[in-house]
């Protein structure tokens, strides 16, 4: 997602998921597919900061871009501790937190690369 008109939309009909290395506003979508956005805020940063975080945040989306149950928009906004831990970390909660609100399919196939990203 990158229109603001689309994240605005999103922030005022999502519902929040909060974890210790980001939250996540979900919204069911009128389109078939899924759609993902990053929005990095000063408060994370310095540009380097969001920019790394906005880098981490894509590549655990384009991992289970795939395998997200369809019909829903999603925005992600990564806290400072994303940016202190392995990916390895990273990447267990983001897959954790996609189970536990049932937007992963239930015979999904992780295909992140643990040891490409740290």
């Not at 149950?69 to 996609?98: I, N, Q, Y």
Request: charged share 30%; glycine share 6%; proline share 3%.
């Amino acid at each position: 997602m990158r229109r603001s008109g689309d994240i605005e939309r999103v922030k005022r009909t999502g519902r929040r998921i909060s974890t210790a290395f980001f939250n996540v506003l979900v919204s069911p979508s009128q389109d078939a597919s899924s759609r993902f956005g990053v929005v990095a805020g000063k408060r994370l940063g310095g540009a380097v900061q969001r920019n790394r975080a906005k880098r981490l945040f894509r590549e655990l989306i384009r991992c289970v871009h795939n395998e997200v149950v369809e019909g829903h928009e999603c925005l992600v906004f990564p806290k400072r501790d994303a940016l202190t831990v392995p990916f390895r970390t990273l990447r267990s909660s983001w897959l954790s937190m996609l189970r536990r609100q049932g937007l992963l399919q239930p015979d999904a196939v992780e295909r992140c690369d643990s040891s490409a990203s740290q």
